[in-house]
């Protein structure tokens, strides 16, 4: 059965650092989503992808992050300079189609020190 | 129910009963519903979707029901099985305009054998 899968399980960094946090997605879906979850916390949505361009974002998804599709597989995550309160898991999804399900990746664990 | 941080509502059920899990969500405008299991250490596994047109889907051993009238939705899980211990979490969206999509903080759900 196709899966999600990010790269890598966990990184650690140190503050002021950039990150790039990798994942591909389930190769006939159009949607991707990146997602965090703050330990002991709730799942927050981060930003949408769709036709080579962000769709959705909140407003966790500052200056910041960014997103691309370097080629036609892989999906990234890239923090610039990372902070504190970045430590937490990310977790990349994707979909066929809005509002339809999403399949979610096991996650990247971001320890930022 | 949900709750803040990490002292999740935790629902114990004897091995074999059946589970109801509660879920309010926050805006109703909301029109796309879906419920995600989350085991330790993995992310969000996508269990059951509804949309708001309508109050009731079953799936394998599961069935959703939603009451937009009192913006609820619930997780029925039918002879529940030591492999169903874990979080439990339900996910609202608005699929017009502007979507976004909105986690809840989620249920623990402990199997007693």
């Known amino acids: 059965e196709p899966e999600v899968t990010q790269t890598p399980s966990h990184q650690v960094t140190q503050m002021g650092q950039e990150v790039i946090l990798r994942c591909v997605p389930i190769s006939n879906h159009l949607y991707f989503y990146w997602y965090r979850q703050i330990l002991g916390q709730k799942v927050e949505f981060l930003v949408s992808?769709?036709?080579?361009?962000?769709?959705?974002k909140s407003e966790i998804f500052d200056d910041q992050f960014s997103v691309e599709r370097p080629d036609g597989s892989n999906f990234t995550l890239k923090i610039r300079s990372t902070k504190l309160e970045d430590s937490a898991m990310y977790f990349c999804a994707s979909s066929g189609g809005l509002a339809v399900a999403q399949y979610f990746g096991p996650g990247t664990r971001l320890t930022v020190l | 129910g949900e709750s803040v941080g990490l002292h999740l509502p935790t629902l114990s059920v004897q091995e074999g009963d059946n589970s109801i899990i509660n879920c309010a969500y926050s805006n109703s405008a909301s029109d796309y519903f879906i419920w995600y299991k989350q085991e330790s250490g993995k992310g969000p596994q996508f269990i059951i979707d509804?949309?708001?047109?309508?109050d009731k889907r079953q799936g394998q051993r599961v069935t959703v029901l939603l009451n937009k009238t009192v913006k609820h939705l619930s997780l029925q899980i039918a002879a529940t099985q030591p492999g169903d211990s874990a979080v439990y979490f339900c996910a609202e969206m608005v699929t017009s305009g502007t979507y976004k999509y909105i986690f809840g903080t989620g249920t623990r759900l402990k199997v007693l054998a």
């Open positions: 992808f769709y036709n080579n361009e962000i769709s959705e």
């Open positions: 509804i949309r708001s047109n309508m």
